[in-house]
């Protein structure tokens, strides 16, 4: 499975952005999706992963209200849809595939993507 992200930007505080994960391999729409986030000088954390299905989608809790995880199973893609924006989300977001919710959300594994920087600024 590959996996290309894409649609990050500088936005300002308060701006909202779409990233868009798109998934390419023979199987890649039968596996659950999640993005991940990692600032400088911190470790990678878990945002928000969805089913094959495209339903269940999981958020930590620092994102919850305001990202929303979606996919278009015929596009093979997945979308990460952000508002309110804050500079604390400064960080590089990946994309990651793999077999359940469990292991796509525990992220030791699995298949991942090169990643979109998003950066939080006025």
């Known amino acids: 499975v590959q996996l290309q992200a894409s649609g990050g930007g500088l936005v300002q505080p308060g701006g909202s952005l779409r990233l868009s994960c798109a998934a390419s391999?023979?199987?890649?729409?039968?596996?659950?999706m999640a993005w991940f986030r990692q600032a400088p000088r911190k470790e990678r954390e878990f945002v928000a992963a969805i089913s094959w299905s495209g339903g269940s989608p999981y958020y930590a809790d620092s994102v919850k209200g305001r990202f929303t995880i979606s996919r278009d199973s015929a596009r093979n893609t997945v979308y990460l849809q952000i508002s309110s924006l804050k500079p604390d989300d400064t960080a590089v977001y990946y994309c990651?595939?793999?077999?359940?919710?469990?292991?796509?959300?525990?992220?030791?594994?699995?298949?991942w993507g090169q990643g979109t920087q998003v950066t939080v600024s006025s």
């Open positions: 391999g023979r199987t890649s729409s039968s596996y659950a």
């Open positions: 990651a595939a793999d077999s359940s919710i469990r292991t796509v959300i525990d992220g030791a594994d699995g298949y």
